[in-house]
């Protein structure tokens, strides 16, 4: 079974020796775990980053997507993330912590919000995520252990130091210790609810890919507004784009505009500085998204 060449390279810069050696191994396992849990591998997802991904169907007839990782991978707080989402997520069927293996529900469509932007319809994606993020903030939870608190991420800030304009990433680091201080309002959140992570369920939406993290009700829009990566679908100019969604989310959330608008552009330089990690080039278009939501502050 081949792997592309930036899966295996995201694998190995994640976790070395041990990321090479489940590359290796990860052929003979999804062998095993095929045949432990009776099910066929129909096809693998073309777009592999940091885990395996891949369709299955049981001897059953039931239809299921396989996630693997790494032993050391996020996956156990995946699984008890999206049990705790139950209904607001896909359902979990088996886990192995063997394996680091999960098989779950099988989104059907399974279109993503990221369509209806592709299909000029960018307000609707802004309102059906908005609605996602509201359903989400009702199942605040004690259960929260394995997540981290939102805090943490700040340590990312440095890979931006030297490389962007110095005044961008103190406001960033600024804004991010008041939006993280301590005695607000905390909840267990998705951590990246952006246009790929809701999918269409029948007639429903239902929400994938949680980062899981503990923190600001608002930290949720942040990834709004960053994606999806393909702006030329949208005729719109970028400062009237990240404008309205603001205004539409201002109208569907009970946050503050001011503090999504703080939280749209600290998420959106942390999330240039995760993509210059180990200094490679940081991506021009969220720097451009960046300078544009300071300028609207």
Request: overall charge negative; proline content about 6%.
């Amino acid at each position: 079974m081949g792997f592309s060449e930036g899966f295996k390279k995201n694998i190995r810069e994640v976790y070395g020796a041990d990321g090479e050696s489940w590359l290796k191994n990860l052929p003979q396992q999804l062998k095993e775990l095929a045949s432990q849990w009776d099910f066929e591998l129909e096809q693998v997802h073309p777009y592999l980053t940091y885990g395996f991904v891949g369709f299955i169907k049981f001897s059953s007839g039931k239809e299921a997507v396989l996630k693997m990782s790494p032993p050391l991978g996020p996956l156990s707080r995946e699984v008890e993330w999206l049990k705790i989402h139950s209904g607001i997520a896909p359902e979990v069927f088996l886990y192995s912590t063997e394996y680091s293996a999960l098989a779950m529900e099988r989104l059907q469509p399974g279109y993503t919000v990221k369509r209806l932007v592709i299909e000029g319809q960018d307000e609707l994606a802004t309102r059906t995520l908005a609605r996602a993020i509201r359903q989400l903030n009702r199942k605040n939870t004690a259960s929260v252990l394995l997540f981290q608190p939102l805090s943490q991420l700040s340590a990312a800030y440095k890979e931006l130091e030297g490389r962007l304009d110095k005044y961008l990433v103190d406001k960033a680091k600024g804004l991010f210790k008041e939006l993280t201080a301590p005695g607000g309002e905390e909840v267990l959140l998705h951590g990246d609810l952006h246009h790929d992570n809701v999918l269409q369920s029948e007639d429903a939406w239902k929400v994938i890919d949680p980062h899981g993290y503990i923190g600001d009700p608002v930290f949720e829009v942040g990834p709004l507004f960053y994606n999806p990566n393909d702006y030329p679908h949208l005729m719109d100019p970028l400062e009237k784009v990240l404008d309205r969604r603001l205004g539409v989310l201002a109208e569907e959330l009970p946050f503050d505009r001011q503090r999504m608008h703080a939280w749209a552009y600290c998420m959106t330089l942390l999330s240039a500085a995760w993509s210059g990690e180990e200094q490679r080039p940081l991506p021009a278009r969220e720097i451009e998204i960046a300078r544009v939501l300071n300028k609207m502050m």
